[in-house]
């Protein structure tokens, strides 16, 4: 049946943090084209800004979406810059949608993230959901899911190894909660704390410092809403788990190992790959996401789980991993999986898979970024991919904003994936 997608990502951070319109236009608003690659031929993706032509060809000639026209409907945002609500505003958006969806075959929304608006919009467009039961989303389970807060507990009842650590549901409490926990750590004055608003996606709800840095910090930080407050863990790595749990039942995909700058996030590598002595730590991580997989799939829950773990380095040397969050719905790693997917059918999960947000570029536009790589070549093939049939390659999965573009690499071996990923980070540094 094919799809709907609403993408839906501002559901995704809490509208009523003060911060919530600078995130989303800061970082939320260019993820809108990365959803591309999600689709399968014959889906439709509602987009609140008008993609960038060159990409929009590019990615719908490479995956065999169709014609762009057929792919996207654009709607206007509306000032609440909340997706469901500016479609329900936006008439010929609606018109557009119902003339589009109005034949003899069958859609259903695909949202970014299963929430309740998503079924009042449902509802009002007369399409059915994918995913979990509206009862049971409107329930509540889904928003569950992806709080810090529950998640911890989720993960102590699946015997996972969590962080420590104090929560608070004021400012007041929070400043106490601050003070508590500086005492039980030892005397170091360097010693940090992690803060986590439990319902901001994407790191930007996190506020690392010591106690008295955060001390005078919160007042302005804090706005409204529960926030954990734990020792800052210098992990030796930061993990994902990617499953998907469908009606037969939930399924593993894989781990990757994910990748950060001074700005937080920034990609991702597949497989996650540790020396030899810490091998043993991959099949611990895919036993306790198994048993998670297994406790939400039971719940009900149905649709794409994302697991953060981190690894903690024991005396011993070995790795033990640390659930630190989940996120129940698409993620930087699946949607780049999905594309990995529509090019290398079932072998792709033996590839090695470099993806990478906010590649530092002077290209203006996807044109340019095109341009850019077009001439690069390794061992004699061109390196960029346009068409599926390939045996490797690098796709652009998204076009250039605030500086930066987005890149996967599809590789044969490690060496192939990681070369090709430094020849495409200098050509788009370079002056154009």
């Known amino acids: 049946m094919p799809r709907l997608f609403i993408p839906n990502a501002e559901e995704a951070l809490p509208y009523a943090d003060a911060s919530f319109r600078d995130f989303f236009e800061a970082k939320t608003l260019k993820m809108f084209p990365r959803f591309l690659g999600s689709l399968k031929t014959g889906d439709i993706l509602l987009s609140p800004l008008t993609i960038e032509t060159a990409f929009a060809d590019y990615i719908c000639r490479l995956l065999n979406l169709g014609r762009p026209s057929e792919v996207i409907i654009n709607f206007e945002l509306a000032s609440s810059y909340l997706v469901g609500e500016s479609i329900s505003q936006d008439a010929q958006a609606r018109q557009e949608i119902a003339r589009r969806c109005s034949n003899s075959t069958r859609y259903e929304l695909e949202p970014y993230m299963q929430t309740e608006a998503v079924h009042c919009l449902g509802r009002e467009l007369a399409l059915p959901v994918r995913g979990t039961s509206s009862e049971l989303v409107n329930q509540g389970l889904i928003e569950a899911i992806n709080d810090k807060s529950f998640c911890k507990g989720l993960g102590l009842g699946c015997q996972c190894r969590v962080v420590s650590g104090l929560q608070a549901d004021s400012l007041p409490d929070l400043k106490r909660g601050i003070a508590q926990l500086s005492r039980h750590l030892s005397t170091d004055q360097h010693d940090l704390i992690m803060l986590r608003k439990v319902k901001y996606a994407g790191g930007a709800g996190n506020l690392v410092g010591t106690a008295e840095e955060l001390q005078q910090k919160v007042s302005t930080w804090y706005n409204v809403g529960r926030v954990l407050v734990e020792p800052f863990m210098p992990f030796a790595r930061i993990c994902g788990s990617l499953s998907v749990l469908e009606e037969s039942g939930p ?46 799939f039971q719940a009900g829950a149905r649709g794409l789980l994302n697991i953060d773990w981190g690894l903690v380095q024991e005396e011993d040397g070995l790795l033990e991993p640390v659930l630190l969050e989940c996120n129940f719905r698409h993620n930087g790693f699946s949607y780049v999986v999905d594309i990995a997917k529509k090019l290398f059918g079932s072998r792709w999960r033996d590839m090695y ?80």
Not at 268 to 290: C, I, M, R
Request: negative net charge; glycine residues 8%; hydrophobic residues 40%.
């Open 251 to 296: 399924h593993f995909i894989g781990l990757d190992s994910q990748v950060f700058n001074e700005d937080g996030w920034c990609g991702f590598d597949y497989p996650a790959h540790f020396e030899l002595k810490k091998q043993a730590v991959l099949s611990k991580l895919e036993g306790v996401t198994k048993r998670l997989e297994h406790a939400l």
């Open 353 to 432: 898979i470099r993806s990478r947000e906010a590649v530092p570029t002077s290209c203006a536009n996807a044109q340019a970024v095109l341009q850019a790589l077009a001439p690069l070549t390794f061992e004699g093939e061109p390196i960029l991919l346009r068409q599926a049939g390939s045996e490797r390659g690098l796709v652009v999965t998204s076009p250039p904003a605030h500086g930066g573009a987005a890149l996967a690499v599809f590789g044969d071996t490690t060496e192939y994936a990681d070369s090709i990923l430094e020849m495409a980070k200098r050509a788009l540094n370079r002056s154009y």
